[in-house]
Nanobody, 124 residues
């Protein structure tokens, strides 16, 4: 079975940093895309960032460009989302999601596999 395990959430003050990790098991790491999404209370789930295994497909939401960096460690089957200069509006539950093949999409519907979510809280 494909499983995604998100970790690294927490509470920080505005301007701080957090790194989220998504560890993947159960499918080949050669042809995949891993996306990060977030959902704030009362809002729809939105795309944050994505990276494909071949490096040719990626994106950042406008709201996080210049502050977030997505990277992957294929040896550890883990994708990271480094979040810097955090703002209160970044507060949400963050989910990692996986899809085959290796192409990023911003739509929730395009991802078949989901992790359990990690809470990120940014205080002002």
């Amino acid at each position: 079975d494909v499983q995604l395990q998100a970790s690294g959430g927490g509470s920080v003050q505005a301007g701080g940093s957090l790194r989220l990790s998504c560890t993947v098991s159960g499918f080949s790491f050669d042809d995949y895309a891993i996306g990060w999404f977030r959902q704030a209370p009362g809002k729809e789930r939105e795309a944050v960032s994505c990276v494909s295994s071949d490096g040719f497909s990626s994106y950042y939401a406008d709201s996080v460009k210049g502050r977030n960096t997505i990277s992957s460690d294929t040896a550890k089957n883990t994708v990271y989302l480094q979040m810097n200069s955090l703002k209160p509006e970044d507060t949400a539950v963050y989910y990692c999601a996986g899809r085959l093949p290796a192409r990023c999409w911003r739509s929730v519907e395009m991802y078949a596999y989901w992790g359990q979510g990690a809470q990120v809280t940014v205080s002002s």
